[in-house]
T-cell receptor, first 115, second 114 residues
Framework: AQKITQTQPGMFVQEKEAVTLDCTYD???????LFWYKQPSSGEMIFLIY??????QNATEGRYSLNFQKARKSANLVISASQLGDSAMYFC????????????FGAGTQVVVTP | DGGITQSPKYLFRKEGQNVTLSCEQN?????MYWYRQDPGQGLRLIYY???????QKGDIAEGYSVSREKKESFPLTVTSAQKNPTAFYLC?????????????FGEGSRLTVL
């Protein structure tokens, strides 16, 4: 069975600083995808970034980048130059080919950006 | 604009009542999903559907029912059999089930049982 773990329940970060959100996963499937979502207080889930298990390069999307360390089974999200609007809950999710459609979500990390 | 619409946004019900949450998408996606989120927790899969007239149980299907009569619509009924129904419910869709594409989410429905 696959599993996804986010060990940081909450973090404070100062505006304009970078922050790293940890995500580790466990799966025996060689083909999988890792996703990060942002959930503001309004509740909707916003897709941020995706990393495929066979991707050679770390994914980047604007101020978001994914530090993918396959051997360590980690997929940490890095948010550079934090903004007040980045304050939200962030979820890591795993999708494997042997469980199509059944995204596994971590418990989330609450990020608060301070001026 | 294309997207997923959930209604109602807030819903209150008395114990013992069934309630149906609506989810409509105009993205032409084949696959649709229902997730439940409890405070401070991640999302847990209730049901999912990959095509019309077909759906599968997720990890916490007990006390819930769904239908998929149209591609655009995937309503969720929270029945009186659900022991602890107060939660935030999110509907999502993806292009198709066997895909590495991301999920697109609605804005959620918050159900409170009084």
């Amino acid at each position: 069975a696959q599993k996804i773990t986010q060990t940081q329940p909450g973090m404070f970060v100062q505006e304009k600083e970078a922050v790293t959100l940890d995500c580790t996963y466990d799966t025996s499937d060689p083909s999988y995808g890792l996703f990060w979502y942002k959930q503001p207080s309004s509740g909707e889930m916003i897709f941020l970034i995706y990393q495929g298990s066979y991707d050679q390069q770390n994914a980047t999307e604007g101020r978001y980048s994914l530090n993918f360390q396959k051997a360590r089974k980690s997929a940490n999200l890095v948010i550079s130059a934090s903004q007040l609007g980045d304050s939200a809950m962030y979820f890591c999710a795993l999708l494997t080919t042997d469980s199509w459609g059944k995204f596994q979500f971590g418990a989330g990390t609450q990020v608060v950006v301070t001026p | 604009d294309g997207g997923i619409t959930q209604s109602p946004k807030y819903l209150f019900r008395k114990e013992g009542q069934n309630v149906t949450l609506s989810c409509e998408q105009n993205l032409n996606h084949d696959a649709m999903y229902w997730y439940r989120q409890d405070p401070g927790q991640g999302l847990r899969l209730i049901y999912y559907s990959q095509i019309v007239n077909d759906f599968q149980k997720g990890d916490i299907a007990e006390g819930y029912s769904v239908s998929r009569e149209k591609k655009e619509s995937f309503p969720l009924t929270v029945t009186s059999a659900q022991k602890n129904p107060t939660a935030f419910y999110l509907c999502a869709s993806s292009i198709r089930l066997a895909s590495t594409g991301e999920l697109f989410f609605g804005e959620g429905s918050r159900l409170t049982v009084l």
